[in-house]
């Protein structure tokens, strides 16, 4: 009997104590013009439900207090705008006061010298030495001969065996990155390389608790950044190449002094913009992180609604075989090719608006703010929402359909509230890079194979209907 006394007053103890700290977030955080919302817990905040429910923790939020609301997510109190209107004023007015607001976990692990990190004049700078890396003259006589050359690489030999196609795609994205940055590594420093980079993607979304067995803290390079003279936020996309080559010291000075044939070719062409060699590496570092998510979940999402939808199917193979039928076998696909593939881009476009790859992209605030009617304070985070936008039937009749056929109307690409690759002066400078890898892994792998689903592994339906 005492026992159960003693469990029960234990357990209304414990329950006075949460129902305390929730109530003491919520009043800490309280604020005369905020928007309505709840801040869950002290430090953790609502990060738990955000990550575990995803898109449903944004509509019953948006259920319950309308489409701009308050919360406390990855680390820091946040507004989440499910407005349109108010959305595309965020993308376009970074210079009012609303600047790149990603977690802190993310920046320390990609370096503070990344390009979402750094605004102003430094963003300017650091963008025009990204842009002139992706630009068209690089992707039609460099990038693309090597994505080409290596994307067969990597779809040879997958006759008759069954592949999980999330993992295929994921090593496709990955391997295509580190090819371009890499040409000459072998195939062993390609997996360690592998190895670091999946701790790197782990750490970038986590709480920043930096104790050994958190994710956080394996993004870092562990015990390694300690006997290095990198800072402690060492990230580490070099981290397969430091465990290859044994040391730090080594692979910087391999890179200043142009021990890549291509890493050359690249320094030569951004020299203008005049990065230091943090500033070089963090950049390197964010080109194999934001195309690799974005890109290999598109294709394997356009190969799961090409295989559900046969006429898409057929249309895309028939503008795939007409390219195939002006080549000889081992010819590889030109910048002329490209150009070509009208359909492809339009299942590309669909596949992002459908799956909706982006959520939506994060902001902070310089400076208190109005917004909407809404007093925000300096230094909260917003989480500009553009999910809810790709279902909207007005600029998508059926939304729920995958209809490829309504990206044919050019204009549809640059409507005001197609934010599939963001929009303002963030707007995605790898665009164009995507939709070339993206389009040539189609190509080989419509072009070479037929496939059908297999297994009983249930579906994640994207999008929740
Ligand atoms: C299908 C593929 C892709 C999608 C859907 C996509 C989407 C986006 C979005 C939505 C943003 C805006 C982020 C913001 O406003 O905070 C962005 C920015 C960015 N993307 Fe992409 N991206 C893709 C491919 C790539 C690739 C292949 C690269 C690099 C090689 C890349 C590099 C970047 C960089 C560096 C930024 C930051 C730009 C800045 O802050 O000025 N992206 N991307």
Known sequence: MEVLMGSVCALVLVGWVCFGLLKWNGIRHNRRGLPPGTMGWPFFGETTEFLKQGPDFMKNKRARFGSVFKSHILGSPT???????????????????????????????????????????????????????????????????RIDKYMRLHLNNLDSKTIDIQKLTANMALFIAFKQIMETESSSSYEAFKAEFDKLMMGSLSLPIN??????????????QASTPRPKTYPIYMGGLVLARGGWAQVRFGWVAGWQANFKTWLTRIREYKLNDDEILDQVIMILYSGFETISTTSMMAIKYLHDHPTALQELRDEHFAIRGRKKPEEPIEWNDYKTMSFTRAVTFETLRLATVVNGVLRKTTEEMELNGFVIPRGWRIYVYTREINYNPFLYPEPLKFNPWRWLDKSMESQNYCFLFGGGSRLCPGKELGIVIISTFLHYFVTQYRWEEVGGEKDTQIPES
């Open 211 to 224: 104790i050994p067995g958190t994710n956080y803290y394996g993004g870092f390079m562990g015990g390694l």
């Open 79 to 145: 507004i989440v705008s499910m407005d349109p209107e108010l959305n595309r004023y965020i993308l376009l007015n970074e210079g009012k006061g609303l600047v790149p607001g990603y977690p802190q976990s993310t920046l320390d692990i990609l370096g503070k010298s990344n390009i979402a990190a750094v605004r102003g004049s430094d963003h300017k700078r650091i963008r025009g030495s990204f842009l002139s890396l992706v630009n068209p003259s690089m992707l039609k006589d460099w990038l693309l001969p």
